[in-house]
């Protein structure tokens, strides 16, 4: 069985028993974050993109648990560069197998510079992640893209994760028709209520997506859904 933690903001953990995988692990400095970096043990980091709010602790967690970063080929070479010994940089469209499944970057409309030391952090990304029978959709930080549709039809969606804050992404009702795009069987609400600029009710996006017909699930940090 394949669980899924939220973290806070756009973080999430993957654990299929067997391997576990974080995605954009920023904890410290989030305000609702409930847990340290140092409590997390994982195998695989998985960055969007290169802002701060994402990129996080990604360096540190991956140094210490001797974890593999996967992002793109430019923000992969910025944290082997900052001494992550192991590394898989992709690009949009491309993908691997891992130990944990296989894993395909998507196309996100966003950006990933993020200061002067990293510079210019490479194209952001969603993610595609199959793991124990399961597929999920990171969809990274984005607005509403019309291709959505094509990432739906090629792959029947397990739990797709959606940024409805507004203001850097999509809000509340681009999401929701990323669901009409989409149909995923479920769908849980990220990157809201982090910071006041994308303060959002994830309330009124379940209520939205029930049109289209697909469930929406509501977690808090620290808490849980198991894909059955």
């Known amino acids: 069985m394949v669980s899924l933690t939220f973290l806070g903001h756009a973080c999430f953990l993957i654990d299929n028993g067997k391997h576990r ?35 996080g602790d990604a360096i540190e967690v991956a140094k210490r648990c001797q974890a593999t ?13 900052k001494g992550v010994e192991k590394t898989a940089g992709l690009h949009i ?14 196309i996100a409309h966003h950006g990933s510079t993020q200061g002067s030391e990293l ?8 993610f595609i992640i199959r793991t124990d029978g399961k597929i999920i959709y990171h ?25 409805i804050g507004g203001y850097f992404t999509m809000d509340v009702n681009d999401a929701a028709r990323a669901v009409e795009f989409l149909r995923p ?8 209520n982090t910071f006041d600029p994308i303060k959002a009710d994830p309330k009124v996006f379940v209520n939205k997506i029930k049109h289209f017909g697909v469930e929406g699930i509501i977690l808090q940090p620290g808490h849980s859904y198991n894909l059955g």
């Open 93 to 106: 469209g491309g993908g691997a197998d891992f130990p944990f499944g296989s894993l395909k970057l998507t």
């Open 119 to 126: 510079g210019y952090g490479g194209n952001p990304v969603g």
């Open 21 to 55: 995988l974080i995605i954009d692990p920023f904890l410290s400095g989030n305000p609702l974050a409930k847990v340290k970096p140092s409590d997390v043990q994982v195998d695989f980091v998985l960055l969007t993109h290169g802002h701060g709010d994402h990129l």
């Open 69 to 81: 970063i996967i992002s793109n080929f430019e923000l992969a070479t910025f944290c082997s560069g």
């Open 139 to 163: 969809a990274g930080d984005t607005g509403l893209f019309l291709d959505m549709k094509l990432i739906g039809e090629l792959d029947k969606i397990d739990v797709a994760l959606l940024p």
């Open 185 to 192: 069987q479920k769908a849980i609400p990220m990157h809201y």
